[in-house]
């Protein structure tokens, strides 16, 4: 189905939303119609959004005060972090439109780990980042919108090579570190539960401890000291 006929079914006049759907990535485009302040907002998983029109402010306990979000720029939110968002523009003939990608931990890292990048755990935890977009990355956003809402057959293969592109930029900038504190601290944490799990269930298993070493990593291990 098409991006714009999505689009046209409009059943909110805040930040209603036609999302597709592919492997480790759901593409989504909100249009809010009319003015409103401190609308929540969460990303479940590291979420990319970048302005199509319109003018946002973005809230967040990591920022001092709210910043202008325009068309030209990316906004990348951990995942689980929530912000409020003022559309002092928005309205029924002009919506404010903004495009995001939600990806999954697992293709950060696959990608992470093919450009050779180190993945940490870090004390402090960035959340959110603001970026101006370079003339390369604003068309990626457009070539996935497309590819997003077409229905080809190699469909799939061309959103599994726009994400990683789009990754591989991200990753060459100043949100590296954001992008590889989120996938590191998610992957910890389900090796760690994982660990948890088998634990109870192999508690008189004499290699128990080089086992749950060899789940979790040496990294993780060294942070927790087991």
């Given at each position: 189905m098409?991006l714009?006929l999505?689009?046209?079914?409009?059943?909110?006049?805040?930040d209603?939303r036609?999302?597709f759907?592919?492997?480790h990535?759901?593409l989504?485009?909100?249009d809010t119609y009319?003015?409103?302040?401190?609308?929540?907002?969460q990303?479940?998983?590291?979420?990319?959004?970048?302005?199509?029109?319109?003018?946002?402010?973005?809230?967040h306990?990591s920022?001092?005060s709210g910043?202008?979000?325009?068309?030209?720029?990316?906004?990348?939110?951990a995942?689980?972090?929530?912000?409020?968002?003022?559309?002092?523009?928005?309205?029924i003939?002009?919506?404010?439109?903004c495009l995001?990608?939600e990806?999954?931990s697992?293709?950060?890292?696959?990608?992470?780990e093919?450009?050779?990048?180190e993945?940490?755990?870090?004390?402090?935890?960035?959340?959110?980042l603001?970026l101006r977009?370079?003339?390369?990355?604003?068309q990626?956003?457009?070539?996935?919108?497309?590819?997003?809402s077409?229905?080809?057959?190699?469909?799939?293969v061309?959103?599994?090579?726009?994400i990683?592109?789009?990754?591989?930029?991200?990753l060459?900038?100043?949100s590296r570190?954001?992008v590889?504190q989120h996938?590191s601290?998610?992957?910890?944490y389900?090796?760690l539960?994982s660990?948890?799990?088998?634990?109870k269930?192999?508690l008189?298993n004499?290699?128990l401890?080089?086992d749950?070493?060899k789940m979790i990593g040496?990294?993780?291990?060294?942070?927790y000291?087991?």
């Open positions: 098409s714009q999505e689009r046209s079914k409009i059943s909110t006049l805040i209603n036609a999302a759907n592919s492997e990535v759901q989504c485009v909100y009319q003015a409103c302040e401190r609308i929540p907002f990303a479940e998983q590291l979420m990319f959004c970048a302005m199509h029109t319109g003018k946002k402010i973005m809230h306990h920022m001092q910043q202008e979000f325009l068309p030209g720029q990316s906004f990348i939110i995942g689980g972090e929530q912000v409020e968002i003022d559309f002092p523009d928005a309205h003939k002009t919506p404010t439109s995001t990608i990806v999954d697992q293709k950060v890292q696959e990608v992470a093919k450009m050779r990048l993945q940490a755990f870090y004390s402090e935890q960035a959340t959110t603001q977009n370079n003339p390369l990355t604003q990626l956003y457009q070539r996935l919108v497309d590819t997003f077409e229905n080809q057959r190699d469909r799939e061309l959103i599994d090579l726009g990683s592109e789009l990754l591989v930029r991200m060459q900038d100043k570190q954001l590889l996938c601290q998610l992957l910890g389900n090796a539960q660990a948890i799990s088998y634990i269930q192999n008189k004499k290699t401890y080089r749950v070493k040496s990294d993780i291990c060294r942070k000291r087991c």
